[in-house]
């Protein structure tokens, strides 16, 4: 399910005050948010993980046709993702999913700078800033400081 127009604008607006480094998107779907995302920052890596086939296939034709060069798709586990330094990571999952990531990142490996989460929390962090959508369920969008 991709995220909503409303929670794709919020993400979009806690990247800006991210810095430069590359924004990361765990489980990137049919590419919603990763093309957004490569076509706002141009001047950003943006890269996608995503497992399933038909979902990363439909995203890497709309990727080449809009020419986003900043935009790599990788058909892999984001849980073995390798992750730049000041890396932003940006999801849409689900709680189980939460406390892998929370998991991954507590091993201290990954220089990542900030996780931003469409509706569900970080079961270990608390949020910098929280992001409530003016949707039916006032759905919030976490900013973690990482
Ligand atoms: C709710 S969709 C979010 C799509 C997109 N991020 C967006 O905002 O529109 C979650 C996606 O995560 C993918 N996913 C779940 N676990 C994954 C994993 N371990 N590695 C890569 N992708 C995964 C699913 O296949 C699904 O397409």
Avoid at 62 to 90: G, I, M, P, Q
Wanted: proline fraction near 5%; charge should be positive; include cysteine.
């Amino acid at each position: 399910m991709p995220s909503s127009d409303k929670a794709r604008q919020a993400m979009l607006k806690l990247c800006k005050d991210t810095g430069n480094g590359e924004i990361i998107d765990f489980g990137s779907g049919w590419g919603h948010f990763v093309i957004a995302a490569a076509k706002t920052f141009p001047e950003r890596k943006v890269t996608g993980y995503e497992l399933s086939w038909v979902p990363y296939l439909t995203a890497y034709v709309l990727k080449l046709s809009f020419n986003l060069n900043n935009l790599t798709l990788k058909r892999a586990d984001f849980l073995t993702a390798e992750l730049s330094s000041n890396s932003v990571l940006v999801c849409y999952l689900f709680p189980g999913a939460m406390k892998a990531i929370a998991g991954k990142l507590a091993t201290g490996q990954h220089q990542v700078s900030y996780l931003i989460s469409n509706n569900f929390a970080c079961p270990t962090l608390t949020p910098t800033k929280t992001l409530q959508l003016n949707d039916f369920y006032h759905s919030p969008v976490y900013l973690y400081r990482l």
